[in-house]
């Protein structure tokens, strides 16, 4: 089977500029990421690319560069919303296609006004996964490319010229895919809410290796007027047992702070001076930042 390679490049050039004027840059602080049109008026980039605070502005296709609010953000899936005063441009048709290691993908991105283009394939694609920070992620998706500082919080697209998802970089500057389900999800969430809800014990936590139980968590500070204070839980309190089972990573704990595990109440067993404590604990609402 031959392949007219001046055709593959003729389609994939094709793709870049369909898609050109839904995609912009965003300036925060000195950093510069991608972002693209979610919906009217709405901008939708990577949270790990925007600076803490600060002013941040959009340059839109063309180059014109304009004031962006932001509208909320989710450090556990990466996505974070943008509000801009504009209604003229071309909000992103997002597809949740079937993609299979192999598959040839684009990942775009824009700089100045002009869009940017890599190709690659698709690595990884498995089932739903959880973040390092506990954030519910409907597909894992790892791209097989080079992707450009500028270019994280892009596009993902298939070589149909579907849009899947949003390109952000994971541990070891792996290229991550934030699927179209995630983003639509989370993105409305942060549309009406601002943020997404997380659950909070109101501890510091710390590893540690017990004696006969083999790991738990030092409780380092105690905020007084959290969960855990409300459990009679005392700052130097080792906890071996969460939820009926022995604790083992802190970060499988962390993660199990998800929103579906506010109001959830726990059995919680731990170590005080050598003796053996039984408490219940009421998961929380994290307090806004």
């Keep these: 089977m031959s392949i007219d390679l001046q055709d593959v490049s003729t389609a994939l050039a094709g ?12 300036i925060s602080h000195r950093m510069q990421a991608s972002g693209f049109v979610w919906r009217e008026g709405l901008i939708v980039t990577s949270d790990e690319s925007l600076a803490e605070d600060g002013d941040v502005s959009v340059t839109l296709p063309g180059g014109e560069s304009i004031v962006a609010h932001p509208v909320g953000r989710d450090p556990s899936t990466a996505i974070a919303v943008l509000r801009i005063d504009r209604s003229d441009l071309q909000p992103v048709a997002m597809a949740s296609p079937q993609l299979a290691p192999g598959a040839l993908v684009l990942a775009l991105g824009a700089e100045g006004g002009a869009p940017t283009a890599a190709l690659g394939v698709v690595s990884v694609s498995r089932e739903p996964w959880q973040s390092m920070r506990g954030g519910d992620i409907d597909a894992r998706i790892e791209l097989d490319t080079r992707l450009r500082s500028t270019a994280e919080g892009g596009l993902a697209v298939d070589a149909a010229g579907q849009a899947f998802g949003m390109t952000v970089f994971g541990p070891r500057r792996r290229v991550l895919v934030i699927p179209s389900v995630t983003i639509g999800r989370i993105a409305a969430k942060l549309e009406t809410d601002g943020r997404i809800p997380r659950g909070y014990v109101g501890l510091g936590l710390h590893p540690v290796s017990v004696e006969g139980n083999g790991s738990g968590v030092m409780v380092m500070s105690v905020d007084p007027e959290g969960p855990g204070a409300a459990a009679n839980i005392h700052q130097g309190d080792v906890l071996v047992s969460w939820d009926g089972k022995p604790i083992g990573k802190l970060q499988s ?22 003796q053996l404590h039984r408490t219940k604990l009421q998961i929380g609402e994290r307090p806004a930042a």
């Design 253 to 274: 704990l962390l993660r199990s702070l998800g929103p579906d595990s506010i109001g959830k109440l726990l059995e919680i067993e731990l170590r005080r001076g050598g």
């Design 15 to 26: 793709i870049v500029q369909s898609l050109a004027p839904s995609l912009v840059s965003v």
